[in-house]
Antibody, heavy 127, light 110 residues
C-alpha cells in the first residue's frame, strides 16, 4: 500500500525557516515525481511545486508565490522528499500535502495527476 | 481568485444526479488533461477522476466526467450521503508549467 507521511510542521515566526519531510513507502520512491500542495485554513488547494525523479533529472518547478523562498530536494536512498521553506510569510500558513505525482509532457499536451496524498502537516506562520 | 472557475456550492437529494462545472482557458483545460479531486471533511484530497474521464481503481462508476473546449464537468449519479464533500477540478497550465486548481465546490446532500 502506498503511504506518504509528512512531518516537520509547526508554529514559526515570520521570516524564519522550516523544513518539511515526506516519507514514502509501499512503492519505488525513486521512480516517481513528488509534488507539494498546500491549503490555507478554510481555503482551496494551491500547488506549491514539484521535484522530478532522477530519470527526469530531478528538476524542480515552483509556484510563483514561493519561488526563491522554497526549495525541494529528495533522498531516494531514504525514500524521503523535503521542502525547505525560508523567509516564511503569514500567507504561507497552510496544511502542506505531499503527493506522488504522475507527469508526462508531450508536444500536444501534459498528462498528469496527483495519485496519492499524505495526510498533511500544518504550518502556522505567526508572531 | 482561482484560475479555474467552479460554482462554490451545489446540492442534491439522495438518488439524484448532480453536475459540477469547471471553466478554464486555452492554456489549461483546452490543451491539457483535467483531474477531479474529492475532499471529505477533515481529510486529505483524493484523486477521483484523472485524464479527463478515467476513474482510479475503487472509485464507483457513479462518478463520471467530461471535457469540451475550455470547460470540464463532473457528474455524480445516484447521489449518496457519503458524497458530501468539496470537489476540486485541476488542469495543467502551460503558462505556469504547473497545475492550477478550481476554487472548489462544496456539495451538500439534502
Amino acid at each position: 500500500e502506498v503511504q506518504l507521511v509528512e512531518s516537520g510542521g509547526g508554529l514559526v515566526q515570520p521570516g524564519r525557516s522550516l523544513r518539511l519531510s515526506c516519507a514514502g513507502s509501499g512503492f519505488a520512491f525513486g521512480d516517481h515525481d513528488m509534488s507539494w500542495v498546500r491549503q490555507a485554513p478554510g481555503k482551496g488547494l494551491e500547488w506549491v511545486g514539484f521535484i522530478r525523479s532522477k530519470a527526469y533529472g530531478g528538476t524542480t518547478e515552483y509556484a510563483a508565490s514561493v519561488k526563491g523562498r522554497f526549495t525541494f530536494s529528495r533522498d531516494d536512498s531514504k525514500s524521503i522528499a523535503y521542502l525547505q521553506m525560508n523567509s516564511l510569510e503569514t500567507e504561507d500558513t497552510a496544511v502542506y500535502y505531499c503527493t506522488r505525482a504522475f507527469i508526462v509532457q508531450v508536444t500536444a499536451a501534459t498528462y498528469w495527476y496527483f495519485g496519492h496524498w499524505g495526510r498533511g502537516t500544518l504550518v502556522t506562520v505567526s508572531s | 481568485q482561482s484560475v479555474l472557475t467552479q460554482p462554490p456550492s451545489a446540492s442534491g437529494t439522495p438518488g439524484q444526479r448532480v453536475t459540477i462545472s469547471c471553466s478554464g482557458s486555452s492554456s489549461n483545460i483546452k490543451k491539457n488533461t483535467v483531474n477531479w479531486y474529492q475532499q471529505l471533511p477533515g481529510t486529505a484530497p483524493k484523486l477521483l477522476i484523472y485524464t479527463n474521464n478515467q476513474r482510479p481503481s475503487g472509485v464507483p462508476d457513479r462518478f463520471s466526467a467530461s471535457k469540451s473546449g475550455t470547460s470540464a464537468s463532473l457528474a455524480i449519479s445516484g447521489l449518496q450521503s457519503e458524497d458530501e464533500a468539496t470537489y476540486y477540478c485541476a488542469a495543467w497550465d502551460d503558462s505556469l508549467n504547473g497545475p492550477v486548481f478550481g476554487g472548489g465546490t462544496k456539495l451538500t446532500v439534502l
